[in-house]
């Protein structure tokens, strides 16, 4: 939860200057969820980065359009390390389609899952990405 409220406490003026309504998906299964774990949660994809995967997957035109922006995602990440995409917020001045990065983000492979007292948690991971000139970078 510590790590929760810095990002509410950081994205809600910028939503609220901006009129940003974020996008919440609710058919991710949640019966307890954590925001913080002794271990978090870890792209352990070896053949992708997470950022060329987001670059090779998100198949949305007005990405191009975008010469520096942000979004957003709220990432379930299950104990068997799939994933299920909880929200979404789009912090750039172009329309994107939610659902598309939704795919995309159930479609992603496994995660190395987070883990409390030694036992593999649900966890709720919130990424945000940097995206500049139509693509996805690491800062």
């Known amino acids: 939860m510590k790590t929760l ?30 925001v913080q774990a002794e271990k978090v949660p870890i792209w352990s994809c070896d053949s992708i980065s997470l950022i060329d995967y987001m670059n090779k997957f998100i198949d949305d035109k007005n990405l191009e359009q975008i010469v520096d922006g942000k979004i957003f995602l709220g990432i379930i990440i299950y104990p068997d390390g799939m994933t299920c995409c909880k929200s979404f917020a789009n912090l750039t001045k172009i329309e994107l389609d939610a659902n598309k990065f939704k795919e995309v983000i159930d479609r992603m492979p496994k995660w190395a899952p987070a883990i409390q007292n030694g036992k593999k948690i649900t966890f709720m991971k919130n990424q945000v990405f940097t995206i500049r000139k139509g693509k996805f970078t690491l800062n």
């Open 5 to 34: 409220l810095p990002i509410i406490a950081l994205l809600f003026p910028i939503m609220a200057i901006s009129q940003i309504k974020p996008v919440n998906f609710n058919d991710c299964r949640i019966d307890e969820m954590f």
